[in-house]
């Protein structure tokens, strides 16, 4: 495929330019191909959306946005040297990060070795801002373990006698999805709501009728997917069939694609998913952000596309404010400093962060409702009540 | 563990049994049949299930009507594939060259489903997708039911065509000694043929019983030659009855072990007993003479 080694612009043969001058180079790694290769297309459609809309109107400090895009196939290896080569060899002035937790770890290292300010769209998981990391920052207004967030405070706020008393987890072995089970386990057990089931099974599962049969034998009474696509539609079949009732059942990434109500047909009622992103929300550049994408692609984006949307958003308000972007220490160490000491406007929001890079936010809770899937919580930007006992599915 | 968890659970490792003998029997039959190992059997299992989910989204029909266009497409493929490809394979490295060339076709397919129908995850959505049947306070899914039922009628089909009629016996005499097959004037080459599409046939119906109830993407293969060779190689190679009664028990052993030792440490199981088989019992535990000749 085309794909394989995708550079978007023709600044490989003008070869290693030193920044400056009426461009500046922004050097991106991406899993076009392999296992991330969807999310890693949206993210590339974010970027590209983004670049355009800032050339189309006058670029950043007065000079065009190139992006040198580069295929890392999804390994982490990869992505370590098409970061080294875009730094070293392409004359980047600015980096952006790659998808996912696995690749954005072993990217940032590279980006840190260079002291380049380093803004990432999908680095969720705990363990990215365990690395002593002080130019990584996550464009998104939340880690894993904080996505449930909202959903834990509005369970606790049920009185006591309808409130959930058990509850199951099934997570993918994968540091987001468990992350973002676990976060919200963590909280429900602290309350005492008691864990009857908590299975960890690995990415490669093709078979969810054990798993199934144990969550349906427990009764609990909310059942909690740290899931991906194919899994959390699996177990949500699966759960089906054995005849599963709960009274609350939350599952994350999967309920928010466009694909999950064709698969799962009319029973998607009732589900609970946390998102970082939609299209509707009221900020006032994401009304600029769905314009332009939708205009550019002819579909409103999702949040893939929004996180690398934020991304550049956060480096332009970097540049903005210091006034440079070139490669050189003192220009990257500048930008890394402002972003920790300032919050930011986004398409997501406000974001700020802590020392770590992590951002200082929760995700909205999202839920079936009459069929469309509405923000339910937090309070101040609900679409709709949340519903509560969950329809049968 | 509670009763009704166990009986749940035999219920289902019954089930996924049925499927892993349905899935697994075209692997054995290409090796028993020319010794082809046949890594693009599981690819061609995601195509039927991809023609299976496309052919209802275009008509609206039930996808186990899609079998009446794939089985004879697929044993067309099957005996056009080793017509053209496998029998051009030389004779002294037929096994090993096998493994690259369907390695290939696999690649073929897996690129050519992701050119087609994009990367994005798919699954046929029937109006009995989660529908179940009650028994002694356990479910029998429906669908997994309607799998489980396509892989005996098939299995069984296959065991009656391969000991009742003449081109089974055929078939069994150019897997048992193909020259001897030749000496008493059975065409072992055409014989071949049929033998490569009837395994590309199961593999139809193995992969419209898989999408009945599995989310479906490209990459998916990959995750299903792993244990099914696992299933072939415990089973004996080249033993049908060995491919199921081995897709049974290690069926059977997944869905129980997972109650006590997780779902991780249920899937290494295939690993065990594909490591325990190449230990102790090369020939496969359950494959009897035929498959010892390999």
Not at chain 2, 247 to 266: D, E, H, N, Y
């Amino acid at each position: 495929m085309a794909s394989a080694a995708l550079v978007l612009t023709g600044c490989l043969s003008s070869s290693a330019g030193q920044g400056g001058g009426d461009t500046i180079r922004i050097g991106i790694s991406l899993p076009l191909t392999g296992d991330f290769s969807e999310p890693g297309k949206g993210v590339r459609r974010g970027y590209e959306a983004w670049a355009d809309y800032v050339n189309a109107r006058g670029g950043l400090l007065g000079r065009r946005v190139e992006l040198m895009i580069l295929d890392d196939q999804s390994s982490a290896d990869r992505v370590a040297a098409d970061y080294e080569k875009l730094i070293n060899q392409n004359g980047a002035d600015l980096v952006f990060g790659p998808f996912s937790t696995r690749l954005v770890i072993p990217a940032a290292q590279v980006a840190k070795d260079y002291g380049f300010l380093f803004v990432e769209p999908a680095g969720a998981a705990e363990e990215v801002f365990a690395q002593g990391f002080d130019n990584l920052f996550y464009a998104a207004p939340a880690v894993a373990e904080d996505h449930y967030n909202h959903l834990a405070a509005a369970i606790l706020a049920i009185p006591p006698d309808r409130r959930p008393r058990t509850a199951a987890y099934a997570a993918m072995d994968d540091p987001f999805a468990q992350g973002t089970a676990y976060g919200l386990k963590e909280k429900l057990e602290r309350a005492g709501i008691r864990t009857v089931v908590d299975e960890v099974y690995p990415p490669n599962t093709t078979d969810f009728g054990s798993i199934a049969a144990k969550i349906a034998d427990s009764r609990a009474d909310l059942v909690v997917g740290g899931t991906q696509y194919q899994d959390a539609v699996n177990l949500i079949v699966t759960l089906r069939q054995l005849g599963y009732q709960p009274a609350m059942a939350a599952f994350s990434t999967a309920p928010t694609n466009p694909e999950f109500p064709k698969a799962i047909g009319a029973q998607t009622e009732g589900i609970l998913s946390p998102t970082g992103y939609t299209p509707e929300a009221d900020y006032p550049s994401n009304k600029e952000f769905v314009a332009h994408y939708t205009a550019m692609h002819g579909s409103t984006p999702t949040e893939d596309e929004a996180n690398a949307w934020t991304t550049g958003q956060v480096v332009a308000a970097a540049v903005q404010a210091v006034g440079c972007a070139d490669p050189d220490l003192g220009c990257q160490r500048r930008l890394i400093d402002w972003l920790h000491g300032n919050s930011v406007d986004t398409v997501v929001g406000e974001l700020s962060w802590d020392a770590t890079g992590k951002p200082r936010g929760a995700h909205l809770i999202q839920q079936y409702v009459g069929g469309q899937i509405r923000i339910v919580l937090p309070a101040d930007t609900k679409e709709a009540d949340l519903v509560h006992p969950k329809p049968t599915w | 563990m509670s009763g009704s968890l166990l009986l749940q659970s035999l219920l289902l490792g019954v089930l996924l049994g049925g499927l892993y003998a349905l899935l697994a029997a075209g692997l054995t039959l290409y090796f028993g049949v020319m010794r082809v190992v046949m890594l693009a059997h599981s690819a061609f299992l995601i195509l039927a299930a991809y023609l299976a989910w496309f052919f209802t989204v275009e008509t609206g029909l039930d996808p186990l009507l899609s079998l009446v266009f794939t089985v004879p497409l697929f044993f067309g493929i099957g005996v056009g594939m080793q017509r053209l490809l496998i029998s051009r394979l030389r004779p002294a490295t037929l096994t090993m060259m096998s493994v690259l060339l369907t390695f290939s076709i696999a690649l073929v397919i897996e690129g050519m489903l992701g050119f087609a129908f994009t990367g994005t995850h798919r699954r046929i959505s029937l109006s009995y997708s989660g529908a179940d049947i009650a028994l002694f306070g356990a479910s029998i899914p429906v669908v997994k039911l309607i799998a489980f039922g396509l892989a005996v009628v098939s299995l069984a089909g296959l065991y009656v065509l391969l000991k009742a009629t003449r081109f089974g016996q055929a078939l069994r005499a150019t897997i048992q000694h193909g020259e001897a097959a030749q000496l008493v004037g059975i065409n072992t080459d055409r014989i071949a043929g049929y033998g490569f599409g009837l395994g590309l046939a199961t593999a139809a119906i193995g992969g419209t019983a898989l999408a009945l109830d599995s989310t479906i993407y490209p990459s998916l293969h990959w995750h299903w030659i792993g244990p099914l060779m696992a299933i072939i190689v415990v089973g004996g190679l080249g033993s049908i009855p060995g491919a199921a009664i081995a897709a049974m028990v290690l069926g059977l052993g997944q869905s129980l072990l997972q109650i006590p030792l997780g779902t991780t440490w249920a899937q290494t199981l295939f690993y065990v007993a594909l490591f325990a088989t190449l230990m102790l019992h090369p020939q496969g535990f359950f494959g009897g003479r035929l498959a010892q000749r390999f």
